[in-house]
């Protein structure tokens, strides 16, 4: 049980845990900043005072009423939909790789991939916007023809963790993976 | 290789016995289905497995034994180790448990009698995983392949793993409960009560299914009469699209029946009725004047405009002449709308067609007319330029003004051009007056047609709504199974690990996709820009056509 901080692409702080529960069972944990308090407030009032001077020129309760039920559902979806809390992955050797991510709200979605589609698990590189950011992913093969990938699955979309949180993943995994090799 | 044991949850805490189950081909792993418990003569133990496997096709072995030993029953361990030889296996599981703890033990016993494995802290390569057996047995792993379609070394685990034990159903009949030779534990010994109105109603839905057969054979049999083949009959019932959606719902009432209420509201039909006519009226008194400042040709003008007028005059006489049968009929075709929420849209877009037919006939005259006017305008332009449109070739000739008579071409006299270029003089300035009234008739009706395509659209996604894989998903998610979630159990040190295997349940976007029933979709028959070409010409357009008889 090992917890560490870490940055994301963006600056932001990010930590990883690292739990061993047996010799072919590793469950990485990459936790993301929460939704900060301050960031919620502000919205809140642009979109009220807006909806307040809106009002004051047309003189019609529907727009403070419609704006009020826009913040509400907003917020809601951006919680249940949007706010990812943790990414799990949960790698046992010769069974297979599992995938969760976990939102704000408390829902999980959850995927598993089994050991035979699983070529490998590699960091690439790609280019996004002015930079260059690495990420963890996972190639699958069909088992019926083991050379060629046919996807890639990239890990950690949300958090984005730098290079130097990668490679001790990256590391791990590759452990567990050659034992089962 | 590490060693995956499947093991059902109600055997946790099953008394001592043997573990049946299977040994998967391919991986090194097993699926334990149910514990014989003590006492029990080997021999009925040998004979009821090769029964089973004979009747699911699963080979079922015993795979080992299971301990949990209750107080006073000290001395198990070496009867335990002794069965292994009633029972010769390549590979003998010992499992056992202590009440009180947690987490099992767990020994693998090989055939030459040596311990594969033995339990020492961080040295095991044992995994035990707990699943549910009846949600493992009842669901179904997305996407479905057929039975048989790959050999079983080439599926993977958890398919062999959930197709184990879907197909030992036959092994779950015989419970320890039950007065027989064996005593069994797996899921039933559960001990799930039934309700006696489910089984009531399970009793009771086999005559109502066939007295429901009996009513749709003589509807068919009402269908079958020969006056309704005959030709007008048939053609009137192909363009109403009622009568083309009873013949469908004829069809599906063989495997669902939605009995639905539709509301009529007949104040609001004979109001819209009126409505429209009244709308069309002040329509056509604006173009009859300066419709958005364009000046039009007075004579023509107010000839089309009258001409249209009396024709909406006469609509609203009709109406009105039909008022007091128009509530009658509407209440009874309303009341076929209880044969489902399909019938009652096609009615709704049958009704709408009735009612706007004047539009419709008013777009034909304004398309006519333009047509005919754009058929002159290029004729005469041909004339121009000296062209001439042979019809035998289907293409465009030239004609020279030769009066010499032996020359192939045709020759065209002076007199001809004279009258030419005034024809399309006339032609030419009464265009924009027929362009705008084509233009205001082509509009309101493809207003109506697209109104009719919306139905139809809604129709069909109704009709190809999956409802019960979708009530399933909601109900019994476990059904519909995308994957499997593991989840780490905590264990005490010394023991093997222990996972918790769930079912992942299909996302609802991939039940559409996968259930949908394929439908009579209907679909645009011209792509946009032949429709843009036709509209431009003059042609006219046909609503949305429903493909017929697409297999299922």
Request: charged share 15%.
């Amino acid at each position: 049980m090992a917890e560490e901080e870490f940055t994301d692409i963006n600056g932001n702080s990010i930590s990883l845990d690292c739990q061993t529960h047996s010799d072919f069972c590793r469950e990485f944990t990459v936790t993301s900043p929460k939704l900060s308090l301050r960031k919620v407030m502000v919205y809140t009032c642009f979109v009220w005072l807006f909806a307040y001077a809106v009002f004051f020129f047309t003189e019609n309760t529907a727009v403070l009423s419609s704006a009020i039920i826009l913040t509400l559902a907003g917020m809601m979806i951006h919680i249940h939909f949007v706010k990812v809390d943790h990414e799990t992955l949960l790698i046992i050797g010769s069974l297979g790789v599992q995938l969760s991510s976990s939102y704000a709200s408390g829902r999980e979605s959850t995927i598993f991939i089994e050991m035979n589609k699983l070529k490998d698990i590699v960091i690439n590189e790609a280019v996004y916007m002015h930079s260059i950011i690495y990420y963890l992913c996972i190639l699958i093969k069909d088992p019926a023809d083991p050379e060629t990938v046919t996807s890639v699955v990239p890990l950690f979309q949300s958090s984005n963790p730098r290079l130097n949180c990668l490679v001790q993943v990256y590391r791990s995994c590759q452990e567990i993976l050659a034992q089962s090799r | 290789m590490v060693l995956k044991i499947f093991f059902p949850q109600c055997c946790n805490t099953a008394d001592s016995g043997l573990l049946v189950g299977r040994w998967i081909p391919g991986h090194n792993s097993a699926v334990v289905l149910a514990v014989i418990h003590y006492p029990f003569i080997p021999g009925q133990v040998k004979k009821y497995l090769s029964e089973l496997q004979s009747q699911t096709q699963v080979d079922l072995t015993v795979l080992g034994s299971w301990s949990m030993p209750k107080e006073g029953q000290e001395g198990m361990d070496s009867f335990l180790k002794d069965l292994s030889t009633i029972f010769p296996q390549e590979c003998w599981l010992q499992l056992s448990r202590e009440i009180g703890k947690r987490g099992f033990t767990c020994q693998v016993v090989q055939n030459n009698g040596r311990l594969l494995q033995e339990q020492k802290n961080g040295d095991d390569k044992i995994v035990l995983i707990h699943y549910d057996q009846r949600k493992v047995m009842l669901s179904q792993l997305h996407p479905v392949q057929d039975v048989g379609q790959k050999s079983d070394v080439e599926a993977s685990e958890l398919r062999l793993v959930f197709q184990t034990v879907a197909q030992s159903q036959p092994l779950f009949l015989l419970d320890k409960y039950d007065d027989g030779p064996l005593k069994l534990s797996h899921w039933q010994s559960e001990g799930r009560e039934a309700s006696i109105i489910a089984e009531l109603l399970k009793q009771a839905s086999v005559p109502v299914c066939i007295f429901l057969t009996w009513l749709l054979s003589l509807w068919h049999w009402l269908c079958s009469f020969r006056i309704l083949h005959l030709r007008p009959v048939l053609f009137i019932s192909s363009k109403l699209s009622t009568c083309v959606q009873s013949g469908y719902r004829a069809v599906h009432f063989k495997t669902v029946f939605s009995p639905k209420k539709a509301a009529t509201h007949m104040e609001f039909m004979r109001y819209s009725t009126w409505r429209v006519a009244k709308e069309l009226q002040e329509l056509l008194e604006w173009l009859m004047g300066a419709p958005a400042g364009l000046k039009m040709n007075r004579a023509l003008d107010q000839v089309l405009g009258r001409f249209f007028l009396y024709h909406i005059h006469l609509w609203i006489s009709y109406i009105h002449l039909m008022s007091p049968f128009i509530e009658r009929i509407l209440w009874y075709v309303g009341l076929s709308g209880c044969l489902g929420l399909t019938f009652a849209l096609s009615i709704l877009s049958d009704i709408v067609a009735l009612l706007t037919f004047h539009i419709y006939c008013f777009y034909v005259y304004g398309a006519r007319l333009y047509c005919l006017k754009i058929y002159g305008l290029s004729s005469l332009w041909r004339l121009f330029r000296g062209k001439k449109w042979n019809v035998l070739r289907q293409r465009v000739d030239s004609c020279s003004y030769d009066l010499d008579q032996n020359t192939s071409d045709t020759a065209l006299f002076p007199l001809q051009l004279f009258i030419g270029t005034l024809l399309f003089t006339i032609l030419l300035f009464l265009l924009p007056t027929t362009a705008l009234y084509y233009l205001v008739f082509t509009l309101l009706r493809l207003v109506m047609v697209l109104f009719q395509g919306v139905i139809h659209l809604s129709v069909d996604f109704i009709n190809s709504l999956p409802l019960f894989a979708i009530g399933l998903r909601i109900c019994r998610p476990y059904r519909l199974a995308e994957g499997v979630k593991f989840k780490v159990l905590c264990q005490e040190p010394g023991t093997p690990l222990h996972l918790m295997m769930e079912i992942n349940p299909l996302k609802c976007s991939s039940v559409l996709q996968c259930y949908r029933t394929p439908t009579y979709s209907c679909y645009p028959k011209d792509s946009w820009a032949a429709l843009c070409k036709k509209l431009f010409v003059g042609e006219l357009i046909y609503p949305w056509k429903q493909k017929t008889a697409k297999t299922d």
